[in-house]
């Protein structure tokens, strides 16, 4: 997308932090975490748990556990 010169939304980087989960390839879910708060798409709710789910398969449980902690809004399937 980038590449293209396409700026990803609150709506694409689930299931880019999705992608990255599947094939357990934490750096490039750390680079995207990156893009992301540039972007300003950090405290969405979907993006957060997004984020949460792609560390924690990744086995950063302590990055999942920091992004959860400033997770403005949290409900049962965060």
Same mark, same amino acid.
């Given at each position: 997308?980038?590449?293209? #010169?396409?700026?990803? /939304?609150? &709506?694409?980087?689930?299931?880019?932090?999705?992608?990255? @989960?599947?094939?357990? +390839?934490?750096?490039?879910?750390?680079?995207?975490?990156?893009?992301?708060?540039?972007? #300003?798409?950090?405290? /969405?709710? &979907?993006?957060?748990?997004?984020?949460?789910?792609?560390? @924690?398969?990744?086995? +950063?449980?302590?990055?999942?556990?920091?992004?959860?902690?400033?997770?403005?809004?949290?409900?049962?399937?965060?």
């Amino acid at each position: 997308m980038l590449g293209k #010169g396409l700026k990803p /939304d609150k &709506f694409a980087f689930p299931f880019a932090l999705k992608s990255c @989960a599947g094939l357990s +390839d934490l750096q490039r879910g750390k680079v995207i975490h990156q893009h992301l708060v540039c972007c #300003g798409c950090s405290n /969405d709710l &979907f993006v957060d748990a997004a984020l949460v789910d792609m560390y @924690a398969k990744c086995g +950063d449980i302590e990055s999942a556990r920091l992004v959860f902690d400033k997770m403005a809004v949290r409900d049962l399937v965060s």
